[in-house]
Structures are given as C-alpha cells and as structure tokens.
C-alpha cells in the first residue's frame, strides 16, 4: 500500500489525532464540541464527556480574569462563519478547575461530509513561556531600576570626588536624587560631635513642572540635645539609614531640631522618608533627608541601602575636605612663615608675591628674599630650588638661610658669595641644585643708584624704565648652584653691574612664570617685556598684580620680587619729600613676621628712613 494511500486509513487519523502535541478540538456548523484529544483534555483539565456536544465558546472562552467573553468578539466564531483561517496568542481557556491557561491558537473550517463546515481548533498551553515572559519582563524592570541607581550613584560619586567646594557638591546630590528616588531632599550639615552651629544648606523638591528650590527652608537650625530619642538623633548618633512612616511623622517632637523637621515635612508633604547620616568612619558630619509624598511607595531595603551608600561617600567627602583643609592651612602657615616680609628703606619700594603650582600643595621651591647688609646696602635675591612638595621647601629654606648667613659675614663682592654658597651646599647640605639670583642695591642716599648682582642659572632679571623702555640684564650669568663643585668644573660666576635710572622698576622673578608646558620660555619673556612695558607707570602693588592677570601663569611655582626706586635725589641730605604713597605693601610672608634687621632698628626707620648704600654706617 502506498503512503498516500496509508495516509487516508482511519488508524494512520486517529493516531495522528490523539498523539499530537497540541490540544485539537473540533465542533460542528453550530459551534458544539464533536472531538477533543488527549492532549486538549490535560490543557483544560476536563475530559472529553464532560465537554462534548457543549459550546466550545460558552464553554471554554474567556477574559484573563475568568469573565465571560461577548459572542460577538470571539474570533474563532468569526473562522466559523466564514471559513477563513484565524490565529492568535491572547486569549484564555477555562480549566476544570475554574483557573484560565493562556493559550496560543489557530483555527480553521472543518469540511464533513453531508453537513455544514464546521471548526478545527488547535492550541497550546503558553502559561509556561507567559510566566518566563513575565519573569524575564520582571528581570529586566530589576535590572533597569538597578542600571539607574548605579548611574546616579556614579554621578553622585563623580560630584562628591571632582568638585572641592563641599557644599556645593552637597547641593547637587540632594538636586540629582530628585525625582529619581525622592519627591524632595533635604542637607543638614552639623559643626563638631555635639551637633551645635547646625545648618540647612540645601532642599529641593518638585512641583508639576519639575525640580524646584525651597530657599526659604535653608539657615541655620537648633541644636539637639543630647538626650534626645528621636529619629534623628538616631541617625546622627549611628552610622545607618533610619526609614519614617507617616505615623512616625506625627509624632510629638521632643527638641526643638524635630520641630524643625517637622516644619519641612509639613510644608513640602511626606508619608515616608528616610534620614540618611553623613559619615565618615571617625565623625557623622550631618544628615541627608530623602522623602516620598502623595501615593508613592515607602522606600524598599534595596532603596535604603542605595541610600545609605551615598550618605556615607557623602561623609567621606566631607571628611577627604576637611583634611585638606587641615594640610593647606599648615602648609599655607609654613609657606609664609618662610617667606621674607620686606624691607621699605629710604624711598626705595618693594613688593613681592608668590603663587604656589598646585593648590593642594600651597607651598614649593620658589621664594624671595631682600634684608639690608651690614654695609648698608639692600639686598635682591630671587631663587628656585628643584621640586614643588614640602622636600623643596626644606631644601629651598636650607639654602635661603646659608645665603642670609654668607651676604652678612662678609661685605664681598656677589660672584665670591655665590661660590661659597655652592661649596656650602655641597658639602653641608643634601638640596639639589638651584638657580639664584643674588643682587645688592648700591647707592649713595638719593641716587644714583646701581645694581651689582649675579646670576647662578637662572632667568635674567628685567629692568623697567619709567618710560617703557625694558632690557634684559643678562650679564653676570654662570651655573647652576650644585654643579660645580659637584661636577669639579672649576666654573665661577662673574660680577655684574648696571646703573639704575631714576624711578625705574627691577623685576626679578622665577621661571613659573614665563615657562609652561604650552607655552615656550622665549615666548614667555616676550610677554613679560610687552605687559611690563605697558605697567611701567603703574603703583608698584598694581605692577606686580596686573602682570600675573594678565600671564596667567599656569603649571609650576611663581615668585616675583620687584624694586622701585624714587626720582633723582629723593631722601637726600636735606630732602624733606616724603616717602611715596599709593596702596599699602602686600605681603605673602606671615604678618606677625618683621623684616630681616627690624630689630637692629627702630621699626619706623626700617621701614620709611632707613639710610642705604655704601654711605650708611654699619648697623650695630
């Protein structure tokens, strides 16, 4: 027998029938169940006898909820009435047992001999992949929810880590939890362990249209008792999250600060909430009020938890900034007390600023110096030892305090001094090499007036006229400090000297400022000349302040030292002009210092009448 032939007996049907994998039930023209299989009866938990000869729709067809289906919506009545084939993936069947089974479905017209079309019905359960839809649609909801608040834990992160003004970063963790995990926030921040000198700096909340700021609710707030029991306390006096209820909201408060809190929930609404500690392993600095209004959900642990992270990295903020507020306070404190506040002798002005490299480090190698001499004559030395850390300003005080000791024991000429203070450091000291400037200011009281100085590596020093004119005194150039007498190059550095007109202005300073990584030294000291060319009849404060405006010098240390000197024959014999006036002497070095031979000296002759030059007799 062929196989198309095999394929029509009743036995190859009937197996075909009530072994296949899906649920197959057939009715008549009229819609009533004439055959249900094996496989149809377990979908719908009922047996065949109990279902044929009823209405397949009636029967079995329903809503997801087990309601009724309208006859007329039914789609597979539709197949019935027109013969034309239908298939579907939402709809349910009524089990046995009064539950429904999603089912995915085809039907089609079922051709009897003798009768009207009646329907072939084929189906399969989908409850199995429905509810792995359903899992997999839950996975990926957690997943998204999670995928945010690591998002926004990063950007919250990224705030607290890149910007140095604490409250400011506080201000816009509070603005970025909002709407994301919280209807408002609100930053308390607390000064010391007993909470005293509290203070909002910060709440945001949202209206219909969108983030809004309550300044109004920002200031400072009561302190809390020690004794306090409240939420609150319980935060502050702890390391973790303390969630509110709505009930724990209406409670009496038992302080002041409660009563304060109080107020903020009254005013911008709240039916949970979670106060989060601010805090570092060693110090709570404060706390982070995280709120839901309306018909929102009460925070979940997973939100809490969330939460709780950023409060604490909140407070390791807090706690990073107040360390290094610590550091640059002494590091500030050295650096001034290593500079040199100013000699103002005669009528001769002198101003000086320094600008570390880094802020974080406050302090560096660079520095000034100007005393007065034994002999009379007033001293200029700008100088810059290797480094910018706390190392180079021991090395650059070692080397500082070895030059104050050589230029006072002997009236030599500056090239003699510099070589001892080379061998002086190589043999007495472990500072690396350096580059000096060390010059004297020579003159008789009312000029002339003359530079004698030299240079050990470092960048000329520029001479300002009162018109304008500038020029580059690059005489008097020889190594660096550390090299020859290490290296036994048996180099030495000459003498210079150069005539000072009247009421001009000498710059030294430190390559800070006319070298940078984007910028050539050649270009550098052609801006220097254009902008001191252009501030040459400035005060001498204001000289000094515009020409670092307008550099701008970026990347490493900068100290400048300039000299004024007073027209042709002021603070001469006989001379009763007074010293120039204009804005009061700005020192980088610590106030309570006094200049380098204030104490050899009445304070006021240092300062305003102080001979200088050769002619001035030796201090006592």
Known sequence: MSAPDRAQEPGVLRAIFEDVGSGVFATDATGRLIAVNPRGERIVARPA???????????????????????????????????????????????????????????????????????????????????AERQTAAHLAVLESLTRRLTLVTEISSVLISCLDVSRALRETSRLLVPELADWTAVDVYA??????????????????????????????????????????????????????????????????????????????????????????????????????????????????????????????????????????????????????????????????????????????????????????????IGDVVGHDLRAAAHMAEVRNMLRALAWDRQEPPSLIMRRLDEAMTNTSDAPMATVVFARIEGAEGG???????????????????DGEVRWLESGHGPLLGMSSTLHLGTHWPDAHEELPPESTVLFYTDG?????????????????????????HDLEDFCDELLERIDPRGDDVALLAMRLPPYGAGSPGDHTPPPGGRSAHNPADPSRSAPGAEALDADEVFTEAPHGSERPPLP
């Open 448 to 466: 002339p007036w003359r530079l004698h100085w030299v240079n050990a590596g470092h960048p000329p020093p520029l001479l300002v006229t009162r």
């Open 192 to 381: 010391g362990h007993d909470r005293d000198g509290a203070r909002r700096i910060a709440v945001h909340g949202r209206d219909g249209t969108g983030a809004v700021e309550a300044v109004d609710l920002e200031g400072p707030l009561p302190p809390l008792p020690r004794e306090s029991g409240s939420f609150l306390a319980r935060a502050l006096r702890g390391t973790g999250p303390v969630r509110l209820t709505a009930d724990d909201l209406a409670r009496v408060p038992d302080s002041p600060l409660v009563a304060a809190y109080r107020n903020l929930f009254e005013r911008l609404g709240g039916r949970s909430a979670v106060v989060v500690p601010l805090h570092s392993r060693r110090q709570v600095f404060g706390a982070l009020t995280v709120a839901r209004t309306g018909e929102a959900r009460p925070f979940g642990e997973d939100e809490t938890a969330v939460l709780a992270d950023i409060g604490r990295r909140a407070g390791l903020a807090m706690d990073n900034a107040r360390l290094f507020d610590q550091q640059r306070h002494v590091a500030e404190t050295m650096q001034r007390q290593l500079l040199t506040p100013l000699p103002q002798t005669d009528h001769l002005r002198m101003a000086a600023r320094y600008r570390p490299a880094q802020v974080a480090a406050e302090i560096g190698g660079d520095w000034y110096d100007a005393f007065l001499l034994a002999d009379g004559a007033t001293t200029m030395i």
């Open 49 to 131: 006898a109990g279902m044929l000869g009823h209405d397949l729709h009636d029967l079995l067809h329903r809503t997801a909820d087990g309601d009724p289906v309208p006859r007329e919506e039914c789609r597979m009545l539709r197949t019935l009435r027109d013969g034309h084939p239908r298939e579907g993936g939402d709809e349910y069947l009524l089990r046995g047992d009064g539950t429904t089974v999603p089912i995915i479905w085809a039907a089609s017209g079922l051709r009897l001999p003798g009768e009207p079309p009646g329907l072939v019905f084929t189906f399969h359960d989908f409850s199995v992949r429905r509810a």
């Open 513 to 537: 400022l006319v070298e940078s990584r984007d910028r050539p030294i050649d270009t550098g000291m052609d801006l220097l000349a254009r902008h001191a060319t252009a501030l040459a009849r």
